[in-house]
């Protein structure tokens, strides 16, 4: 009694640590966002941009701009062809004020939503909402989760568990359905069903919840309207849900039809239970596929492939001693004293080095996935990495119960510690509580589960678009490159005639004169009063840009507009980051997790190795040669790509310091009026304009080329400007 009394006690004290993990349901974060929250800005942006860590939905997601008076002056939706962006445009002319973005997020990944406000100001900083993410518990889906999760646990334990340990250990051939006497199968069958339909349930509850989160409704509209399915067809937690439920289906499908044999073909019970594990196994893997493990920026094959293995490690361990607590009275009922001893210690001697592989992978596993968000001392005082310690804590506790089993049934081995141990023994009894501990473990993992990850240090990091203005022939033409780093970007051109939006088309390029390469000529698509937006992914590296902007009239003129841009690698969205020694570490301690549990299959497969001296001699020439061919391929595409790239982009001889803007396109206009070439010439020149680069055409214009006489230029500069005019001649 007192020990039941002692583990109620701690059983409690657990719940209620698992209760104090305060939850949240957010998943992703911000990467960037232009302007920064709470930014004071000189002038009004063009647009408002948030980046996030994962991919949203983009019929559940958007952005609402309110000015000071709480008027929604723009709305906005996801980028269609960049899923993680989340932007809105400006009306223009903005006054000075406090303007408010107000995001509803939705991830794509796990289907959770969130609320956020950004404030920023427009001439000096005022009074506005701070950012606020609502991103509070959510009930019921701590409570899908724990069923969902634990359900499918339950299913994928009982199956190893009887494939790896009750088979083997209480097996007998004269049961032919099974192996095992149909007493004991029965449970089996039933705890399967239970799991199954906990794990139903469970996943019941998350369409529902789900979809009233989508669509802010309540239950009753969202079975009026049918709403459900908009989420099951439309949506990436749709993709997984109906994913995790056909497998669902199969398994279910597998264990009936071993159900339907039983009596007519018994031998195939055995193969659709074994059929059933490696479905229940891939059934876990959906969970991870909805993880915080899908939406890491670190190795997301590896964080997704360790979770899949975190979650097949609770399932040998928590789940098989679930299981096997429920199967147990039944077993044991017909023996007593050393034979039912004897039977116990079967099967136990059998589930403890199970058990050992599982707890080293949960170890490993998790201390990896949790490396992923969990980086810096200040992210472990989060709501998350707080949840994460209590998690740790309980595994922790549950791994000593386990370890004091251990013991118990080794005397021999741990007689310094039997005085402890030997309170457990081989008991059902203390076995069924570090089942209910295990519960306790898989509620704290559900609060983790729905619990927002620290935003790393590159996370909500900003830095101001690169902008500029410049007045040409009659136009005002305002640029704005945003994000400003490598990758996609957007570019926005604001033009305006004698203060009114013109009514005009616009082109734009981009351009590295250090490089001297360009990208193409993209025509703009006309906005709002006056605003005109591209996107280019030409910027591939950080370095000094230039952004070229023609704007045509309605009478066939063209007027050029050219902005320097400072493209900085730091002003990127970030898509990953590089794994540390840390993470690396505890990657290659989760293989070595992995490899000592296939150890046993391993030296079984070696023990029937011809290990002859000739067979062995070949055999690591021949690995050793695979090595050395992978490296030195590896070396030679490197090398060959390296010479392509110099060959095929050349630096230039000279870089061309004079900007193409429209006073240097009149200049040289001018003085390639005079240069002494034949039509035909300039013709077959313009034609080339697309494979000749400015440093030749310098050299053109200074030293003549066949059939082409220099050019009488001053000094450089005024050949620079004959260079940018020749330039201008290539039509868009």
Request: a neutral charge; glycine letters at 10%; hydrophobic letters at 50%.
């Amino acid at each position: 009694m007192r020990l039941i009394r002692t583990w109620g006690v701690l059983t409690a004290l657990c719940l209620l640590l698992a209760a104090l993990a305060a939850p949240a349901s957010a998943h992703g974060y911000i990467i960037r966002a232009i302007p920064e929250d709470r930014a004071v800005l000189e002038r009004a942006p063009v647009r408002v941009q948030y980046w996030f860590s994962e991919a949203l939905e983009a019929r559940f997601s958007g952005i609402s701009v309110r000015d000071s008076s709480g008027t929604i002056i723009a709305t906005g939706l996801p980028d269609p062809q960049r899923p993680t962006l989340l932007e809105a445009r400006l009306p223009a002319g903005l006054p000075d004020g406090a303007y408010i973005s107000e995001l509803r997020i939705a991830f794509a990944s796990d289907g959770h939503v969130i609320t956020d406000n950004r404030a920023f100001f427009v001439g000096e900083a005022g009074q506005a909402a701070a950012g606020i993410a609502t991103g509070d518990p959510v009930f019921l889906e701590i409570i899908w989760r724990f069923l969902l999760t634990g359900g499918m646990l339950l299913l994928t334990g009982a199956l190893a568990l009887y494939a790896l340990v009750l088979a083997p250990a209480w097996g007998n051939p004269a049961h032919r359905a099974g192996l095992l006497p149909p007493r004991v199968m029965r449970r089996l069958n039933a705890v399967l069903l239970g799991a199954l339909g906990i794990a139903a349930l469970g996943q019941l509850i998350a369409l529902l919840q789900q979809t009233m989160l989508f669509f802010n409704a309540d239950l009753g509209r969202v079975f009026a309207e049918g709403l459900f399915n908009v989420v099951r067809f439309s949506t990436r937690f749709g993709d997984v849900w109906n994913m995790r439920l056909i497998v669902l289906v199969v398994t279910g499908a597998l264990l009936a039809a071993a159900v339907y044999f039983r009596d007519r073909e018994p031998t195939l019970v055995r193969p659709f239970w074994s059929a059933a594990a490696w479905s229940s196994a891939l059934a876990l893997g959906t969970m991870s596929l909805a993880s915080h493990a899908s939406g890491s920026l670190m190795l997301p094959w590896a964080a997704v492939f360790s979770d899949w293995l975190h979650l097949g490690a609770i399932a040998l361990w928590l789940g098989g001693l679930a299981a096997f607590s429920l199967v147990l009275p039944v077993a044991l009922a017909p023996y007593a004293g050393d034979a039912r001893l004897a039977a116990l210690l079967a099967a136990l001697n059998r589930f403890s080095p199970v058990a050992v592989v599982g707890l080293l992978l949960v170890i490993t596993s998790g201390a990896y996935s949790a490396s992923n968000w969990v980086s810096a001392p200040d992210e472990i005082g989060t709501r998350y990495g707080l949840t994460l310690g209590i998690k740790i804590a309980l595994v922790g506790t549950l791994a000593g119960v386990a370890g004091l089993h251990h013991m118990a049934l080794r005397p021999a081995q741990y007689a310094r510690f039997q005085a402890i141990a030997g309170r457990f023994g081989a008991r059902s009894g203390s076995l069924r509580l570090e089942a209910v501990l295990g519960a306790v473990v898989l509620g704290a993992a559900a609060f983790l589960s729905a619990t927002p990850v620290p935003e790393p240090d590159i996370a909500g990091a900003s830095l101001p678009a690169p902008t500029a203005s410049a007045f040409v022939e009659g136009y005002d033409v305002t640029m704005t490159l945003s994000p400003g780093g490598p990758g996609v970007n957007t570019i926005d051109v604001q033009v305006m005639s004698n203060g009114a939006p013109a009514d005009v088309s616009v082109t734009t390029q981009l351009v590295l004169p250090s490089a001297d390469r360009r990208g193409e000529w993209q025509t703009a698509d006309p906005l709002e009063a006056g605003l005109y937006s591209a996107a280019s992914a030409s910027i591939d590296q950080a370095g000094t840009w230039l952004l070229l902007v023609d704007v045509a009239d309605a009478a066939g003129g063209t007027t050029r507009a050219a902005f320097p841009a400072d493209i900085r690698a730091e002003a990127s969205v970030i898509q990953s980051r590089s794994p540390g020694l840390i993470q690396l570490g505890l990657l290659m301690a989760v293989v070595c997790a992995v490899g000592y549990g296939l150890y046993p299959l391993g030296r079984a497969g070696f023990s029937r190795l011809d290990k002859g001296a000739v067979p062995v001699t070949i055999g690591v020439l021949a690995v050793l040669a695979g090595v050395i061919v992978v490296a030195l391929g590896v070396v030679v595409s490197q090398n060959a790509a390296s010479q392509f790239a110099a060959l095929t982009n050349p630096p230039p001889g000279q870089v061309n310091p004079v900007l193409p803007d429209q006073a240097s396109l009149l200049r040289g206009e001018t003085l390639f009026a005079d240069c002494a070439w034949d039509e035909a010439a300039r013709i077959e020149l313009v034609r080339r304009l697309d494979r000749t680069t400015d440093d030749a055409l310098f050299m053109t214009v200074r030293d003549g080329r066949s059939n082409l006489p220099a050019c009488a230029a001053s000094d450089d500069a005024a050949r620079w400007d004959i260079v940018n005019y020749i330039r201008s001649l290539e039509s868009p």
